[in-house]
């Protein structure tokens, strides 16, 4: 085992259930070993379990989605588990996040070497995490301004979509296609992303990259831009 992980695991400097305010948690966070991942969600300290292999997999195909579509999305940035700032009680490290960046538009800002703001599309990957992620971490996110919110749920194999600004759980199109409002030709072929079918998410994506939307909010964009 590692020697610093070693040592944290001794003494650890935050434990799961511990109650204390965001700057609390950071300035411990901030000292604990790399390899241990905690968030600070309404107030509470979560360590998180051992990642498995479907959830490792899953992360990377949805991560890999978010990767191409802001790739041919000029103004739009993906981030792989980067710090949120939230609020004084609420400090999460969600697995995937899409966000307009400030200079068009967007409501995040850098914050140090973090995340400041609710990214407009978060995304997390739940087994062992199931009952945060479709609860507090929804509140949280909803509460600090984010504005849709996916659940990839290995346990029943869905992809849970929510308009967090409404407070309303969307669905599908009939093909099993989540159509992202907030990013127009974001599209997640639901299904394909379960069955771990690059193929076809690919596809779907380059579809929705094609449509008339994703070039009228490219161009949205770039008008919004400043310097």
């Known amino acids: 085992m590692n020697a610093v992980l070693a040592k944290v695991r001794r003494d650890p400097l935050?434990?799961?259930g511990d109650r204390m305010t965001q700057g609390e948690f950071h300035r411990l966070y901030d000292r604990m070993s790399e390899d241990v991942k905690a968030e600070l969600v309404e107030g509470v300290v979560y360590m998180a379990s051992p990642v498995g292999l479907e959830h490792g997999r899953l992360h990377v195909h949805l991560a890999t989605v978010l990767t191409l579509y802001s790739g041919s999305t000029p103004g739009v940035e993906v981030t792989d588990n980067a710090t949120v700032i939230l609020s004084g009680e609420d400090e999460p490290q969600p697995d995937v996040s899409l966000r307009i960046l400030p200079e068009c538009g967007g409501q995040t800002r850098p914050q140090g070497i973090y995340i400041a703001g609710a990214p407009e599309l978060i995304a997390e990957v739940a087994y062992s995490s199931r009952a945060i992620d479709l609860h507090a971490k929804r509140r949280a996110y909803a509460r600090h301004g984010g504005i849709e919110y996916l659940v990839a749920d290995l346990e029943d194999a869905r992809l849970h979509w929510t308009d967090l600004r409404a407070d309303q759980d969307l669905t599908a199109d009939p093909d099993g296609v989540c159509r992202i409002h907030t990013f127009p030709g974001l599209w997640i072929d639901g299904p394909a992303l379960f069955a771990y079918d690059v193929?076809?998410?690919?596809?779907?994506?380059?579809?929705?990259?094609?449509?008339?939307?994703?070039?009228?909010?490219?161009?949205?964009?770039a008008a919004r831009r400043t310097g």
Do not use: D
Request: charged residues 10%.
């Open 199 to 221: 193929a076809r998410l690919t596809a779907t994506l380059n579809a929705g990259l094609a449509s008339p939307e994703h070039v009228a909010f490219v161009a949205t964009l």
């Open 14 to 16: 935050v434990r799961n």
